[in-house]
């Protein structure tokens, strides 16, 4: 291709007649023609990738707009979706904020009605005899086999003295009063009279254990000595222990938090354990003696029953109590306990009294109750009936018995001008037959 400097210095040769040689003209001009020709195609060519460049440019520029566009929108919607977040933030924290005071306020509400609920006693039975006090309870058995004293007939605190078998003034001197010393013989009747009721608790079925004589707080909750609303629990400050007012604490927490089946029905154990209370009483001839203590032994029988069958299982327990009390020949009689009378777990209960011939007065030796389904709430004590359903066991107890008052009314109602008999089953168990 012809470049400008070739183009404005090309020369021509002169024709015979004057002007250019035409050929050389001609073959120049060709050769412009070639060239330009070649230059216009290059130039359409150059155009027409100038055009798809130009294109592609706006399309570019189209695509940077939509996206530049797009960013904002983004932009702008991370901005709002920020702020809602921020939003949904604080709203969520106010959220939580009152969730958590909504759920301070449930649960002093729950603990309040808590504190409520857990003062309420136990539903008495349909048999429960209305009543205020003891005076309204109803006698439903009377078994009158008293004995004949003399007229200078003693009672047993004057017994113990004459024979040296308890000494209440030493109990005042080690601990206090309430926690006399058994000696001797009054010792050996004692333990005489634990070993018989654990032998004839255990004969009846019962199995025997021997609990702890200090429980926790969760126990005495369940069984219902807590809260102590008469303060007449003994309590081991440091650990926050209490020791036992009678083995049915220990004994049917045994059951706390456990889920029985149907076929494990009944549950029957019996325990002997010192009990400990802490009993207010007025001074005079009703706490004298043996009549009202703060430590005493006792034989307890408990039983855990099918609802359908608890009262069946109370019968059988009032029939097992009944036998122990006949067996040691004293008078008795059996008292059903009205309204006003009712400890605050019971649904319904039984009280077993002894007479005192020397006193000229009943002496309490043994409650029976059915606590039916209260104790067993407390506990969590369930059980799976046939369809697997969880159920609430019932909760039964009874003392077989109480030492201090059998204690007394055997002293004073065999008392003899020779000493003192012992009644016939107890001989195996104490080794003698009087003591003088």
């Not at 066991?393 to 003192?420: C, K, M, W, Y």
């Amino acid at each position: 291709m012809l470049t400008p400097q070739e183009v404005s210095g090309r020369a021509f040769s002169k024709a015979a007649f004057g002007g250019y040689n035409m050929a050389m003209v001609d073959e120049f001009l060709d050769e412009l023609t070639d060239d330009y020709t070649a230059l216009y195609k290059e130039n359409a060519a150059l155009k027409a990738k100038l055009k798809v460049l130009v294109d592609k440019v706006e399309e570019y520029r189209a695509t940077e707009d939509s996206m530049r566009a797009a960013l904002l929108t983004a932009q702008r919607m991370a901005s709002t979706m920020v702020e809602e977040a921020e939003e949904k933030k604080r709203f969520v924290a106010s959220l939580k904020a009152r969730s958590n005071d909504l759920t301070a306020q449930h649960q002093s509400v729950s603990n309040e009605l808590q504190s409520q609920i857990v003062l309420l006693p136990n539903f008495p039975a349909d048999i429960v005899p209305e009543g205020k006090s003891s005076d309204d309870n109803v006698v439903v058995k009377l078994v009158e086999n008293y004995t004949k004293l003399s007229d200078d007939a003693l009672p047993h605190w004057e017994l113990a003295a004459k024979y040296g078998i308890i000494d209440f003034e030493l109990g005042v001197k080690v601990t206090g009063a309430g926690f006399p010393f058994y000696v001797g013989k009054g010792a050996r009747l004692q333990r005489a009279l634990i070993n018989y009721f654990l032998d004839c608790n255990t004969r009846a079925g019962y199995l025997e254990v021997e609990p702890p004589v200090m429980v926790n707080e969760a126990s005495g909750f369940g069984t219902g000595q807590l809260p102590d609303k008469e303060g007449q629990m003994y309590h081991a400050t440091l650990d926050n222990f209490y020791l036992v007012p009678t083995a049915e604490v220990p004994v049917t927490n045994i059951y706390r938090d456990v889920i029985l089946d149907e076929k494990d029905f009944p549950v029957k154990m019996t325990a002997y354990t010192p009990c400990f209370r802490r009993e207010a009483g007025s001074y005079g001839k009703d706490v004298r003696g043996l009549n009202r203590l703060h430590q005493f032994d006792k034989v307890e029988i408990v039983q855990l029953s099918l609802p359908e069958k608890s009262y069946e299982a109370l019968d059988g327990m009032v029939a097992h109590v009944e036998s122990l009390v006949q067996s040691l020949g004293l008078p008795y009689r059996i008292v059903r306990l009205c309204g006003g009378d009712l400890s605050f777990t019971s649904a319904l209960t039984y009280d077993f009294e002894v007479y005192s011939e020397a006193q000229k007065r009943w002496l309490e030796v043994s409650s029976v109750s059915n606590f039916e389904s209260f104790q067993a709430n407390r506990l969590h004590l369930r059980y799976r009936d046939a369809n697997k359903k969880m159920q609430l066991a019932h909760t039964l107890n009874g003392s077989s018995l109480a030492l201090p008052r059998i204690v007394a009314a055997l002293l004073e109602d065999f008392q003899t001008p020779e000493g003192i008999r012992i009644p016939d089953v107890l001989v195996p168990y104490t080794g003698f037959d009087i003591i003088k």
